[in-house]
């Protein structure tokens, strides 16, 4: 339909948009607001082409008949639409450039526009894609006072529940994660709003649960969640399984983190892609990867011997791991600075699973792990260096190359100090003087997990 519609010719230019006149008609100002409504209905109702259809036909008669207030967040929403349907960034880019011109030009010259729309579209679909993780900060605060001041209070905890995940997954100290949490879901409550509360309930309960202040790892229930998996409310259970896979990551809970991949996680996939996405693709690959390592070193010691124990098949962990890893380097591809450090570490653990079954190279393996330390630091991702340092112990663990895996061990330890997960720090530290002791008894273990 995008095709047929040979949108690249509806890009204004820069000279375009700066001398676009005000639509004035009443008639076509209410035909734009009639077909906005009307792609609103589309989209929930399911029918997605007919969306596309509407959105395409406002942005051509505002661009013929003049500027419409909704033209910023038409063009906001159709630069995603290029990025994830059509997998043309290119143009993507240029759209998203496009509306925030738009609005400029429309703030500038005191014309209305719906600059709340605007600010949730580029700044969850647009933005996390293609702008690093730890320059976002400021501008979602930016972004969640203006949409205060104009009393869009609805884009305003939009904005605000995407700048708490992106500091979360991007590797923000956890305990400024839950006191932010907490800040915002008190203004929530003051404002008797409470549709995003439950997902800062998420993020604040997974960061006690990191920072050992909840007696679980993976369950989140305690403080901030008291009934987190509430299917009835769809939302609710998308947000609950993506932090749980999140925690399952961090917590080397591969079996679980692999089941609710396979089980639920395709789910996720048919939901209109927000940056949510391409991190939970991250931590899908890494349990599924985990997982197959687990049972690969499982039959490699011929620990199929003892009590089966209910898990998924190492095919079905590798076929879905690999098509998570194929988004992933399609994306990086495309240009996501926040995936390039993702996609170094799952070819580090592709690599170490080929190798456990004989098929892959030592030299190699530890020269993806190193990379992808490196790639992590160098984004600021504390979170993933931490990770990217534990699964290279474990793969050191593994080939027996004790000494040199205790010292990344140790180092993973102190980057999960860092980021303030002081549970994992402290189930590191007790695996750190295991392994010691049985290297110092002369005794080979047979991995980390």
Same mark, same amino acid.
């Given at each position: 339909?995008?095709?047929?519609? *040979?949108? &690249?010719?509806?890009?204004?230019?820069?000279? &375009?948009?700066?001398?676009?006149?005000?639509?004035?008609?009443?008639?076509?100002?209410?035909?734009?607001?009639?077909?906005?409504?009307?792609?609103?209905?589309?989209?929930?109702?399911?029918?997605?082409?007919?969306?596309?259809?509407?959105?395409?036909?406002?942005?051509?008669?505002?661009?013929?008949?003049?500027?419409? %207030? /909704?033209? %910023?967040?038409?063009?906001?929403?159709?630069?995603?639409?290029?990025?994830?349907?059509? *997998?043309d960034w290119e143009q993507g880019r240029r759209l998203a450039a496009a509306s925030h011109q738009l609005l400029e030009n429309a703030k500038a010259c005191g014309r209305p526009c719906s600059e709340g729309e605007v600010i949730v579209r580029l700044y969850m679909?647009?933005?996390?894609?293609?702008?690093?993780?730890?320059?976002?900060?400021?501008?979602?605060?930016?972004?969640? =006072?203006?949409?205060?001041?104009?009393?869009?209070?609805?884009?305003?905890?939009?904005?605000?529940?995407?700048?708490?995940?992106?500091?979360?997954?991007?590797?923000?100290?956890? =305990?400024?994660?839950?006191?932010?949490?907490?800040?915002?879901?008190?203004?929530?409550?003051?404002?008797?709003?409470?549709?995003?509360?439950?997902?800062?309930?998420? #993020? /604040?309960?997974?960061?006690?649960?990191?920072?050992?202040?909840?007696?679980?790892?993976?369950?989140?229930?305690?403080?901030?969640?008291?009934?987190?998996?509430?299917?009835?409310?769809? +939302?609710?259970? @998308?947000?609950?399984?993506?932090?749980?896979?999140?925690?399952?990551?961090?917590?080397?809970?591969?079996?679980?983190?692999?089941?609710?991949? !396979?089980?639920?996680?395709?789910?996720?996939?048919?939901?209109?892609?927000?940056?949510?996405?391409?991190?939970?693709?991250?931590?899908?690959?890494?349990?599924?990867?985990?997982?197959?390592?687990?049972?690969?070193?499982? @039959?490699?010691?011929?620990?199929?011997l003892l009590p089966p124990v209910s898990r998924p098949t190492s095919a079905l962990c590798k076929k879905h791991a690999y098509k998570y890893h194929a988004m992933i380097q399609s994306w990086v591809k495309s240009g996501a600075p926040n995936h390039v450090h993702? #996609? /170094?570490?799952?070819?580090? $653990?592709?690599?170490?699973?080929?190798?456990?079954? +004989?098929?892959?190279?030592? =030299?190699?393996?530890? +020269?993806?792990? $190193?990379?992808? !330390?490196?790639?992590?630091?160098?984004?600021?991702?504390?979170?993933?260096?931490?990770?990217?340092?534990?699964?290279?112990?474990?793969?050191?663990?593994?080939?027996?190359?004790?000494?040199?895996?205790?010292?990344?061990?140790?180092?993973? !330890?102190?980057?999960?100090?860092?980021?303030?997960?002081?549970?994992?720090?402290?189930?590191?530290?007790?695996?750190?003087?295991?392994?010691?002791?049985? /290297?110092?008894?002369?005794?080979? %273990?047979?991995?980390?997990?």
């Open positions: 339909a995008i095709k047929q519609m *040979k949108m &690249e010719k509806t890009i204004p230019s820069s000279d &375009e948009i700066e001398n676009l006149p005000m639509m004035t008609d009443p008639m076509r100002m209410f035909g734009i607001e009639l077909l906005q409504a009307a792609g609103f209905s589309a989209f929930f109702g399911g029918k997605p082409i007919l969306m596309l259809l509407t959105l395409n036909q406002r942005i051509q008669w505002s661009l013929k008949h003049g500027f419409h %207030p /909704s033209m %910023p967040a038409a063009f906001a929403t159709m630069s995603s639409v290029f990025m994830h349907v059509m *997998k679909l647009v933005d996390p894609w293609t702008r690093p993780a730890r320059s976002l900060s400021n501008y979602y605060i930016d972004g969640y =006072k203006t949409c205060m001041l104009q009393g869009d209070v609805d884009s305003a905890f939009k904005v605000i529940s995407t700048y708490m995940l992106n500091g979360l997954l991007s590797g923000k100290e956890l =305990k400024y994660v839950e006191e932010d949490a907490q800040r915002y879901q008190s203004q929530m409550a003051a404002l008797k709003y409470d549709k995003w509360e439950f997902l800062l309930g998420l #993020l /604040s309960q997974a960061s006690l649960n990191l920072m050992g202040r909840a007696e679980n790892t993976i369950t989140l229930t305690g403080k901030a969640v008291e009934e987190p998996d509430d299917p009835g409310l769809l +939302q609710h259970y @998308h947000h609950t399984h993506f932090v749980v896979r999140f925690l399952c990551a961090h917590f080397g809970e591969y079996k679980a983190g692999a089941q609710d991949a !396979i089980q639920i996680g395709h789910d996720w996939e048919k939901k209109y892609p927000g940056f949510l996405f391409g991190y939970d693709a991250f931590h899908k690959a890494i349990c599924l990867y985990g997982e197959a390592r687990v049972i690969a070193q499982l @039959h490699r010691n011929r620990c199929n993702h #996609l /170094s570490i799952l070819d580090a $653990e592709k690599s170490a699973l080929l190798s456990s079954t +004989q098929k892959g190279d030592f =030299k190699e393996v530890c +020269q993806l792990y $190193e990379k992808s !330390i490196r790639d992590s630091v160098r984004g600021g991702f504390v979170n993933h260096a931490a990770l990217a340092e534990e699964r290279y112990a474990s793969y050191l663990v593994e080939i027996d190359s004790k000494d040199e895996g205790l010292y990344h061990l140790q180092n993973a !330890i102190e980057r999960f100090s860092d980021w303030g997960a002081n549970r994992r720090a402290e189930q590191l530290r007790a695996k750190l003087g295991m392994l010691t002791r049985s /290297s110092m008894a002369g005794i080979a %273990p047979l991995s980390m997990e």
